[in-house]
């Protein structure tokens, strides 16, 4: 039972703060708070802060708030992902598992193969659904949907640190040698894989093919596999 709530703007010296409405209704009809309940906001930047509950309305849940405390639950690599999304109800839950991890942030690709971009209103599901998972993990930091872009588009941008393409091809790098790294920016591909002309252009901009292994992944298998050993090797 969780009893940690989003809040963006938390006062660093404490005082009263009242929850968004939709923060409200899940604590007062899901998790039935009363005045004087105990619970921990975060501002999804890395802050947190102990709280009561000094007053409920309907669809109003106040509380006074002690000082803030920077409180860091981040890995010690910065991973970036550009996911080819798959389909909602299995990209809802690979936004979870990547928030878990501790994945910095995701822009959706819309590579050449991609049979259907992602809608804004899955977008909105998958922002809530990070700030669902963070409340859960105890994660203060908000993995960052950013907004969709062509895949060309994204690959030939140049990206700082180490660039990655989950891609088959003679010359791989294996991501179990990989090390800790500062940050990666990892792309995995739609299920019909990557292009030619993407690959050429990733490879052309810095990006390493990487190797998964002897077995075809699903889109979100692939992404949590590369996620969990970059953000779990410098744990």
Not at 107 to 112: L, M, R, S
Request: hydrophobic residues 40%.
């Amino acid at each position: 039972m969780t009893r940690r709530y989003f809040s963006p703007e938390l006062p660093p010296a404490g005082g009263s703060v009242a929850l968004s409405t939709e923060e409200s209704q899940h604590a007062i009809r899901v998790m039935r708070l009363q005045i004087g309940d105990q619970v921990t906001l975060f501002d999804g930047n890395g802050s947190e802060a102990e709280a009561e509950v000094i007053d409920l309305g309907r669809n109003r849940c106040e509380l006074q708030l002690q000082a803030v405390h920077l409180i860091s639950r981040e890995p010690s690599c910065e991973v970036e992902m550009a996911i080819a999304l798959p389909k909602p109800d299995r990209a809802r839950e690979l936004i979870e598992r990547l928030t878990e991890l501790g994945v910095k942030s995701v822009t959706p690709v819309i590579a050449q193969r991609t049979q259907r971009p992602p809608s804004a209103s899955l977008l909105q599901k998958l922002r809530r659904g990070v700030i669902e998972a963070c409340k859960q993990c105890q994660r203060n930091q908000l993995l960052e949907v950013h907004d969709p872009r062509p895949s060309l588009e994204f690959f030939a941008e140049k990206q700082s640190g180490v660039c990655w393409i989950a891609h088959p091809a003679k010359s791989c790098q294996s991501i179990v040698a990989a090390g800790t790294l500062g940050k990666v920016t990892a792309a995995i591909g739609p299920e019909g894989g990557w292009t030619e002309e993407e690959t050429v252009i990733a490879i052309e901009n810095g990006y390493q093919t990487i190797d998964l292994g002897k077995r075809i992944y699903r889109i979100e298998t692939a992404a949590t596999v590369i996620a969990s050993v970059l953000t779990m090797a410098g744990e």
